[in-house]
């Protein structure tokens, strides 16, 4: 169970920043955002997205408008305001910060994999002597 | 064929089937409570909806007719539910689409159908969970409640409902029940002061914790404070008076506490501390406890706390399975004998292997149910006995090594049983041997109490020393002297819990709560020197040195009074709970003048004789020795005092008699005199009338030297007392 938990847990990271980082590049609604990062091969459910759209909207990173359908309900797209915006390049500050720090260590043991396997919590570790 | 409904979803009106419905219906209001705290909860709820709506629209479009059960689940798994959204965040793994939709659907075919609400279904028999036929946990989950309380029920109620388990194991049909149960008994690791039991059957319970905790603590608390209590008000004496709860519901409940803390598991994680409160374990209530335990932890003495009792509770596992792998030990080697004789090539080498393991099970069950029996009679006897503890123990030391005995050598294989069973019950597996180490530990620190505390017991006893006292009770001018017992005194009622009446069978007489009655009295006639009934006493008494036995014998109290030509013993004597129970011993010694009679009355056979052996170093006596003359006599039988020591009047001839001569009859039954040694057997000759009384009062410990009589040869009856009747002591013992 541990593994998993320390899994979800780097996952629940940087989800907001990959979602930011979508609609960065144009409106998106939800669908579509979910397709694009199963292409990425980053899975969601779509049930984890929508609130966190929800509380991003709630905190005036996005702002949405309403798109009627002829295939069903009106559909809302999402696009990033300009309090969104930096929010959303601290937050690439902070990634690249972490993805450095992580890939000299990992990289220590020879292998330069994307994935991570020290923790996520964003500290640094003490090195290895 | 299934009904179709149709259904305005989101503006649209959709077909779907009405199962397909009630699925859907069910995903939704989860998604609500999932979202319950959710700021922009309905935004949120709607967005996934109008979701579900655009993917039934696409379905339809597709060319289905409507929507069925497993477009919904379909759909579902995609969205998530709310337990996949807050455990995982994302997916179960970060690879592929497929395993996502494996285990959405995976949890979907869980009971047959997904969002089926807890009913209570059918009675069926546990498949999965199950110790022996799955009977308890079947009807766990028909009842809603935790297997683990069923089970103990059943093994409680062992003996009523042994057939009721029978018979639902043959009629009750097993089948793999979803497991409804959403309520187990743990331990709560926050609500505890000291082990969190009762945390958690509050929890259980749906009860404030504060309630559990009075009903175990309150009967020891009073039992506590009512032993003090007790000495002042000893005539509470009441039938159902407090004393039950006191003493044995709370020796019970303090017994109960402990096994239900080394037994049940605390709850750890956030799921089991929710399936301690039997709410549903979804995504809201786990945030919900994850928020509280967050609060809790904070408090560093609880985290402080934990650490030592797990150490200790880890210990204590150990302990115990070094118990049990200790007997397992014992059953590898006579595997291993049993393997040896069996590679010897006989089959009757393997069956004495076989022979010899269940040797050795038999007996250490046996001793184990030897120590459980022995623990309950004491804990039930102990509540008779128990004011009888301060007759015999004195001292703080004394009382202490008695109550270690008590509850490590009696209590620890019994606790370890139960702890056993409760476990195999549970299902709980030790991963630590620990309890086995503690519990044989504390064992053996029992058996060291105990051995130490029979030693300093019996130095107590070790020496015996007696005061001889002359009564002056006189002058007796009678002829025939009448030694009863004195029943108009004080009688001494007590019946207590058990209606123990107090009477023959007990060696003593009596009991208050400070002073204990005994019977140890023993009535002997001798001759006397002069033409005077004189009456002594011996009071005897153990000690633990010469001086202080000769004390305790000193301060006996034991008066016979004369009444007419009746002298009335006491019907028993008193010793006080300061002077304790040291085997105090009353002989009284009645010398009958040569010509004049006695007789015993039959109440005096019911005087006991309880006598203490202590072999290892013998035992002082510093009693007068004339004890040349003594017999013992039967009671309900008149003697007359002959130069030859007291004669049976009907033995006698009765002619001769009234000429002051002691002549046998011709034909009587005495003592066979031809034989002439020192011990003789009174043989009951079939049709004898009168004597055959109910008991003889026996002499057991003496031994004195014949003192100067010759005896005869025996030839025969001859006219004076030159009858060779035994001279010394008479070893009767009687049928």
């Known amino acids: ?129 | 064929m299934k009904k179709v409904i149709n259904i305005n979803f989101q503006g649209r009106v959709i077909p779907i089937e009405e199962t397909a419905y009630d699925i859907l219906k069910e995903y939704i209001e989860s998604l609500r409570r999932y979202f319950a705290n959710e700021e922009g909860r309905e935004e949120i709820i709607n967005d996934i909806e109008s979701r579900i709506g655009e993917l039934f629209a696409e379905r339809l479009k597709k060319g289905s007719t409507c929507i069925t059960d497993a477009d919904v689940n379909n759909v579902i798994a995609g969205m998530g539910r709310p337990e996949e959204l807050e455990a995982e965040g994302a997916e179960t793994t970060g690879t592929t689409g497929q395993q996502q939709t494996t285990s959405g659907s995976q949890s979907a075919s869980g009971g047959g159908g997904t969002y089926t609400p807890p009913g209570r279904g059918r009675l069926y028999r546990n498949a999965d969970d199950k110790i022996i036929g799955g009977v308890a946990s079947g009807l766990a989950n028909y009842l809603g409640i935790d297997p683990v309380i069923m089970r103990i029920v059943f093994v409680l109620l062992f003996g009523a409902l042994f057939w009721v388990y029978i018979l639902l194991w043959i009629i009750v049909p097993s089948q793999s029940v979803q497991s409804n149960v959403t309520k187990r008994l743990y331990r709560s690791a926050d609500d505890k002061v000291i082990g969190g039991v009762c945390g958690g059957l509050a929890a259980y319970f749906n009860i404030s914790s504060w309630v559990p905790r009075l009903i175990f603590a309150l009967p020891l608390v009073i039992g506590l404070l009512s032993g003090p209590l007790n000495w002042w008000w000893h005539d509470w004496d009441i039938f159902w008076g407090p004393k039950i709860i006191t003493s044995s519901l709370g020796s019970t409940l303090f017994f109960v506490y402990i096994i239900l803390w080394i037994a049940v598991p605390v709850a750890h994680t956030s799921a089991e501390k929710l399936e301690m409160r039997g709410e549903r374990v979804d995504v809201n209530s786990i945030r919900n406890t994850v928020k509280e335990d967050l609060e809790s932890f904070k408090s560093k003495a609880q985290n402080w706390g934990n650490e030592v009792r797990q150490t200790a509770q880890q210990f204590g596992e150990r302990a115990r399975d070094w118990g049990r792998s200790a007997s397992a030990q014992t059953k590898t080697y006579a595997d291993d004998a049993g393997a040896a004789v069996r590679r010897g090539g006989s089959g009757l080498g393997h069956a004495i292997g076989v022979l010899f393991k269940a040797f050795f099970l038999f007996i250490g069950s046996m001793i184990a149910l030897a120590l459980f029996a022995a623990f309950i009679g004491i804990l039930f006897g102990g509540y008779a006995f128990f004011p009888l503890k301060d007759f015999l123990l004195e001292g703080t030391w004394q009382n202490t090594l008695a109550w270690l005995t008590l509850f490590l050598f009696f209590g620890i294989p019994l606790l370890g049983l139960i702890t056993w069973l409760v476990r195999r019950i549970i299902g709980v597996q030790s991963r630590n041997h620990y309890l086995g180490f503690v519990f044989g530990g504390l064992w053996m620190i029992g058996l060291f109490s105990l051995i130490f505390l029979v030693g300093t017991l019996g130095k107590e006893f070790k020496t015996r020393s007696a005061v001889n006292e002359e009564l002056n009770i006189g002058p007796i001018n009678t002829n025939r002297l009448l030694v009863d017992v004195n029943n108009t005194g004080t009688e001494y009622y007590g019946s207590d819990w058990f209606g123990l009446d107090w009477d023959d069978d007990w060696p003593f007489y009596g009991i208050s709560h400070d002073t204990l009655m005994l019977t140890s009295v023993r009535v002997e006639v001798l001759k006397s020197d002069d033409n005077n009934y004189h009456v002594s006493t011996v009071k005897y008494s153990r000690g633990s040195n010469p001086q202080q036995a000769r004390n305790t014998a000193q301060k006996i109290q034991f008066n016979p009074v004369l009444k007419d030509s009746a002298l009335l013993l006491p019907r028993a004597f008193a010793i006080s709970r300061d002077d304790k129970f040291r085997n105090q011993q009353v002989r009284v010694r009645i010398e009958v003048p040569v010509g004049k009679r006695i007789m015993l009355d039959r109440s005096i056979s019911r005087y006991d004789w309880f006598d203490i052996r202590y072999n290892r170093r013998g035992f002082d006596i510093d009693v007068d020795d004339r004890w040349e003359y003594w017999h013992s006599l039967r009671t309900g039988v008149e003697y007359i005092m002959t130069p030859d020591g007291p004669k049976k009047v009907t033995d006698l001839d009765p002619q001769e008699l009234g000429r002051g001569n002691y002549v046998p009859l011709k034909d009587r039954e005495s003592t066979d005199t031809r034989r002439g040694d020192t011990a003789t057997r009174y043989r009951y000759r079939p049709g004898r009338t009168q004597e055959s009384d109910d008991s003889v009062i026996s002499n057991t410990s003496y031994n004195s030297e014949a003192a100067g009589e010759p005896e005869s040869s025996g030839s025969g009856a001859s006219d004076y007392a030159e009858v060779s009747s035994p001279m010394t002591t008479l070893l009767r013992l009687f049928q």
């Open chain 1, 1 to 129: 169970m541990n593994i998993e938990n320390t899994q979800s847990q780097m996952r629940k990271g940087i989800l907001e920043f990959c979602i930011l980082s979508i609609i960065r590049r144009g409106e998106a609604y939800p669908s579509d955002i979910v397709e694009e990062m199963r292409g990425a091969n980053l899975q969601i459910l779509e049930g984890t997205l929508y609130p966190l759209l929800t509380r991003l909207k709630n905190a005036d990173m996005l702002t949405y408008r309403w798109v009627e359908s002829n295939s069903g309900p009106p559909r809302k797209y999402f696009s990033l305001t300009p309090k969104g915006e930096q929010f959303y390049k601290e937050l690439e500050a902070t990634w690249n910060e972490l993805a450095n720090a992580v890939n000299t260590l990992t990289s220590k043991q020879g292998s330069l994999t994307g994935s991570m396997t020290n923790g996520a919590s964003g500290e640094s570790e003490p090195q290895p002597k």
